[in-house]
């Protein structure tokens, strides 16, 4: 593929990020954990880029933050998302078995949220760690479905196009 192309695609994939992250947000009644639907665009760019798709999660969730959120940018989701992208980018580009995808996504979304993120926001905003791992394991379990649901749509996709 063309660097072009290639830059074209991951543009249109960031702005789906944004959008979809930003209007197609709903709340599942934990704290103030919601389904974020943009994980299905950067699990697609993903699948479809490796390494290159994390740069999917990174900027989309660093313009829809800047844009869109109340609390302006977010550098503890900025952080996990690249870790999420980087992990899974690389085992992705090595295999296309799905189930091999789906455990790298629990695994990456795992270290980035519950590690990684969770850190970051105990020691920025002083909040202990036993209140804040209840709400990360909450998001990491909804966003690693959200992710795991890219997957199918990228199947599809891919199978469409």
């Known amino acids: 593929m063309r660097k072009t192309k290639k830059i ?17 947000k709903f709340y599942v009644g934990v704290g103030h954990i919601q389904v974020d639907l943009g994980y299905i665009a950067f699990a697609v760019a993903l699948c479809e880029f490796g390494v290159a798709g994390a740069s999917v999660g990174v900027i989309g969730c660093a313009l829809e933050s800047m844009l869109f959120t109340a609390y302006g940018f977010s550098i503890s ?16 580009e090595k295999t296309d078995k799905l189930w091999i995808r789906t455990l790298t996504i629990v695994l990456f979304t795992a270290i980035g949220m519950l590690i990684m993120k969770t850190s970051i926001e105990c020691y920025l905003y002083s909040i202990p760690f036993a209140v804040k791992f209840p709400k990360s394991v909450a998001a990491f379990v909804v966003d690693s479905v959200v992710m795991i649901t890219g997957l199918a749509f990228h199947k599809v996709l891919r199978e469409r196009v």
């Open 8 to 24: 074209c695609y991951l543009a249109v994939l960031t702005a789906l990020y944004v959008v979809m992250s930003a209007f197609l």
């Open 77 to 92: 989701w900025v952080f996990s998302n690249a870790i999420i992208g980087i992990g899974c980018g690389l085992i992705f």
